[in-house]
Every structure is written in C-alpha cells, then in structure tokens.
C-alpha cells in the first residue's frame, strides 16, 4: 500500500510552518527534498536544511523569510524586493535582517543630531532633533540654524539656479545669433560671386587679349 511519506515528520525535508510552505514532494518512487516554486517565486537551497527565496517576488512569500515587524501604523521589513536573495536591517536599525533587527539609538550612538544647540529623542527606526533658543534643525547638515537664516539659504539656492537658467538662456542666444550671422554671411558671399566679378578677373581678361 502506497503512503505519503511528507505526512510524517515532512519527510525529513526542509519546510516553513508559518507560511506552509514545505520542500517535500510525494512521488511514486518514494518523497524527494526539492525547494519549490510558490507564486511564481522560486525558492533555492538543498531542500533538506534550507530554502530560500529569491527573485523580485520573494517578499510577497512570508516576506522572503526576513525580518518583518509593524508597530501601530508603521512598518519595517529587512526583505528588499529589487535584491535577488539575503536580508537586510532598514536604515535605523542593527542585525542579521533574518530573526531580528534592532532599533539603532542615534542620540545613545552620536550618529545625529549632536550640535551644541541639539536636543535628541530616539524613536522606533529614526530620531527626533529640536533645538533651542528657537533655531531652526536642518538635517541635511545636521545643525541648528536661524529661522531666518534658514529662510535666507533656500531662497539662496532659489536665486542661484534663476541665475544659472538665465546664463545659459543668454548663452544659447548668442550662439544662435552666431550662427545665423555666418549663414547669412556665406549666403551673400555666393550671391556676390555669381554677379560681380572677382577683382582678379579684369587682369586675366587683359592678359588674354594681349596675347592674342
């Protein structure tokens, strides 16, 4: 009498109860160890000890067996869809991106918001950066600034590429108008040559009658 040899102990084969998802196949001949194919994502390894997930789909299967954690209406995931295999931590956070990942304090570390004026709180996956005496906090550069000086450097920025367009505006004008001018210049230069003789010609034409 045939049996199922994958209903007992999975057949010794590799298997992820939480996503049902096993690497035991029954056939005629006896169960075979083969990392399957889930939703067009194709799990690779020696089906016996390992299977993993690899492709573009991979997250979408048990989140490509990666780290995966949501806290109220936030969620961080170590499975990276555009990376064909592995797993790794978001930015924020510390570990082996495949059983844990681990909030990274940056305030406790000194990787942000450390000017003197800072006042840094740790939150999950990221920092918050305050400052005193009603300055401003710009993360781009990681200091505490004017509100007005702030102010003052975006409109900066805003000025200088006006600036730029306008330069480049003007210079694309003036080539244009050199080219039309040598255009017209070469144009008029043929004309001239059909209908008024080069000064060279009379001699040449004097010469000729002497000879003869």
């Not at 049902?20 to 194919?37: H, L, Q, S, Y």
């Not at 991979?58 to 780290?67: D, M, Q, V, Y």
């Not at 918001?113 to 906090?137: A, I, M, R, V």
């Not at 694309?172 to 004309?191: L, P, V």
Request: glycine fraction near 10%; charge should be negative; proline fraction near 3%.
């Amino acid at each position: 009498m045939e049996t199922n040899e994958c209903l007992q102990n999975n057949g010794g084969c590799w298997q992820d109860a939480a996503a049902n998802i096993t690497a035991c196949r029954d056939t005629f001949r006896g169960r075979v160890c083969e990392c399957p194919v889930i939703q067009n994502v194709q799990f690779v390894g020696d089906g016996y000890t390992h299977c993993e997930a690899t492709g573009a789909l991979r997250c979408a299967i048990n989140n490509g067996g990666c780290w995966k954690e949501t806290r109220g209406s936030t969620t961080f995931s170590a499975c990276i869809d555009d990376h064909t295999k592995g797993c790794k931590c978001p930015p924020g956070f510390q570990g082996d991106g495949v059983n844990s990942c681990k909030d990274l304090d940056e305030c406790k570390e000194k990787l942000a918001c450390q000017c003197p004026e800072c006042q840094c709180k740790n939150t999950w996956g990221s920092y918050e950066c305050s400052c005193t005496d009603g300055l401003f906090y710009t993360r781009e550069n990681d200091m505490c600034i004017g509100k007005y000086a702030a102010s003052v450097t975006g409109g900066g920025i805003v000025w200088m590429v006006i600036l730029i367009l306008a330069v480049a505006g003007a210079g694309g004008y003036a080539f244009y108008k050199y080219r039309i001018r040598r255009y017209m210049d070469s144009e008029i230069r043929a004309i001239m040559a059909q209908y008024m003789p080069l000064d060279n010609q009379p001699e040449t034409s004097i010469h000729a009658q002497g000879d003869v």
